[in-house]
């Protein structure tokens, strides 16, 4: 799937939070793609709140599994963690990096870092896991 592909999938199916996100590419292992951080992501002390950098990055691996297997709109969340290593601006969006580690038949595993937009070192680290739900008929 192309970056507009999934960005018209996330418009279909999660029409509730689809314009927090664009996917700016997929790449050869995964997906490029923003947070548009607003007032809503921030937390007191001026930063982006933990919730809205989990967010990103469990959209990200999900966005990246479907980018190889198709439109899936059941696939789920089975595990994640997150490491916050810096703490984000609260002036610019977030971008995910987010890479597959394993694709099979049915899990989905991967890692993102997370980075606010024009700064070099990282701010979150998370990895994710997904089920794949198996094919019907």
Do not use: C, W
Not at 44 to 71: C, E, H, K, W
Not at 82 to 97: C, G, H, Q, Y
């Amino acid at each position: 799937m192309t970056p507009d592909d999934l960005m018209g999938f996330m418009v279909e199916v999660f029409p509730q939070v689809h314009k927090d996100f664009n996917v700016e590419a997929v790449t050869e292992d995964g997906v490029r793609m923003r947070l548009y951080v607003t007032e809503a992501n921030l937390r007191p002390g001026g930063t982006v709140s933990g919730p809205s950098m989990f967010a990103l990055a469990d959209v990200a691996i999900y966005l990246a599994t479907l980018s190889r297997i198709g439109p899936e709109a059941l696939a789920v969340t089975t595990n994640g963690s997150i490491d916050f290593m810096r703490k984000p601006s609260a002036n610019t969006d977030l971008i995910a990096e987010a890479r597959l580690l394993k694709l099979g038949k049915t899990l989905s595993v991967g890692d993102v870092l997370i980075y606010s937009e024009g700064v070099d070192a990282p701010v979150a680290r998370a990895t994710l896991t997904y089920s794949i739900p198996p094919k019907r008929g």
